[in-house]
């Protein structure tokens, strides 16, 4: 371009005119789709966290294909606990209304562990009108058994008050636990 | 030979009809786009009046109550969590903390592993006579003016219309500006994915009906969550009633949408 009294004045307009289509194009292609149409932010990542795969069912979905565990298990007063707390997520076990994996089942020094997550009472935190709490190697003492039991030996993990009050009516006494 | 091979046609023709449903049926289910929450047929609706209904961004609310006098602190809801989102270890989307109280009201708290474990010793560091003792379950305030979305750069934490606040895992540059301006603490950055983590009070679940995962869980519904829009709901008959109910941090102006039922002024 030979230089002319306003050459320098087109060459910073061209120069604004390049700037704001670059500007334009590159928000055009930069802007991710949806963004801005509830607010600064992609819209369509609400629905990809609504779409998270779901890991946990309800007890209702559990006792559906267990009626045994259903049966002991809605009638006791562990009715509140859930499942999957114990056994592991709904995910791991039915994957597309299939079998997929097996869940663990606790046993022995693990079922004691998990007992005593709620029922110790030497964590004073626990308000007695919520839940019943012991002191444990106290607690077999008193009940006359071997400090070597563990919780299951007498509480059914399910119904913990099953078989007690079963052997209760069995021997025909007459107090009977509640709760 | 008649007999057991007309059994056999049977047999045959049952079971190519069988193969012939399964196909065409699940073929639709490839064509038809799914509403949410159509995926999960076999789990029972434990919020009424989501499923089946179109999602009304605009005009829901949700609230979320923790009844701190009937945490018994197990951690159900901490494993359950852990469980749900695959949440690596040493990082909390929800945690229990355990308060003390002596005689001198000095305030002693501690969360080994975030409640995750459970509770299984008392105190040990500590030798001091208790007076009064509580736990307090934590996680995401859900604020009405949340401090996480404004410090936000990149628009990857958001609040959205209904009142969740969320990430955007594919926008979020891991710059954590949100852990520091979260005053609840309620934030983490994930160690694989570097994205900044939080709770979503079960987004995904609620979208389709179900309870958040920890409140499922909760053996002694110390945790409620609700729709504030619904009369019936628990939540709201308690936040309508006289409920001694509080807020954390008040002061902050996050109008946070979790409340405390029963809560202590020492904590924080």
Known sequence: MKSTYNSHIKRIVLGLVVF???GFV????????SFGKYGPYRADAIDEEANREIRHGTNASCLSCHPNEA??????????????????????????GKVYGKLPVKTKEEIKVLCLRCHNRAIQARPGEV??????????EKQKVKVSHTCDQCHQVHAPLKHINRAKEIVGAKEKIDG | MGKPDAGLDKERRAFIKKVLNGTVAGSLLLVIPMPIGAATPEIKEQIPGIRGKKWDMAHKRFAFIVDITLCIGCGSCCVADRLEYNVPAGYYRTWVERYLKDFNDNVYVDSPNGGFDGYQTPRADIDVEVR???FVPKLCNMCKEPPCVQVCPV????????????????????????????PYSSRYLDPFTRTAEKCTWCYHRVRKGLLPICVNVCPTK???????????SEVYKLLHEHEVLTVLKKDMGTYPALYYKG?????V
Not at chain 1, 26 to 33: A, D, E, H, L, S
Not at chain 2, 155 to 171: E, H, M, N, Y
Not at chain 2, 263 to 267: A, I, P
């Open chain 1, 71 to 96: 049966n002991m298990h809605l009638t006791g007063l562990h009715k509140t606990i859930s499942c999957e707390f114990c056994h592991g997520p709904y995910a791991d076990h039915i994957k597309d």
């Open chain 2, 263 to 267: 809560l202590r002024r020492e904590v």
């Open chain 1, 20 to 22: 704001a289509v670059l």
């Open chain 1, 131 to 140: 839940i019943k709490t012991v002191i444990m190697p106290e607690h077999l």
């Open chain 2, 222 to 232: 110390a945790r409620k969550f609700g729709d504030l829009n619904d009369k019936n």
């Open chain 2, 132 to 134: 009064d003792t509580f």
């Open chain 1, 26 to 33: 590159g928000k055009i292609v930069m802007t991710p789709k």
């Open chain 2, 155 to 182: 628009g990857a934490t958001f609040k959205t219309p209904d009142g969740f606040i969320l990430v955007d895992a594919a926008r979020c540059v891991g710059c954590a500006y949100c852990i520091q301006a979260c």
